[in-house]
Structures are given as C-alpha cells and as structure tokens.
C-alpha cells in the first residue's frame, strides 16, 4: 500500500514540475495541457488505487 501513495505522489510532483517549467519558459498552453491531462485523469486513478476496491 505505501509503495503505491510513493508512486502516486512522485507521478503528481513530476507532472507539476515540469508543467511549471514550461509555465516559466512561457509555454503557457502546453504547461496547462499538462497539468489538465495528467491531473485530472490521475485524480480517479489515485482514489481507485487509494481505496478499498483494490483488485
């Protein structure tokens, strides 16, 4: 289970630097793309992987 939270928040924490440095070098469309292509989705794959339905 713990290994699972790791790899779910090292995916986040990756997904928003480097939107963060596209943001900065003013690629502001494909920072937002990012960030709104991984998060969103990842936000249901990590309460699927998080709660008691597990498989």
């Not at 995916?11 to 969103?40: A, H, Q, R």
């Amino acid at each position: 289970m713990k290994i699972k939270e790791f790899y779910i928040y090292v995916m986040y924490l990756v997904v928003i630097i480097t939107s963060m440095l596209f943001i900065v070098k003013d690629y502001y469309i494909i920072g937002s793309l990012l960030i709104l292509g991984n998060l969103v989705p990842g936000y249901a794959m990590a309460n699927s992987l998080m709660g008691n339905n597990e498989n």
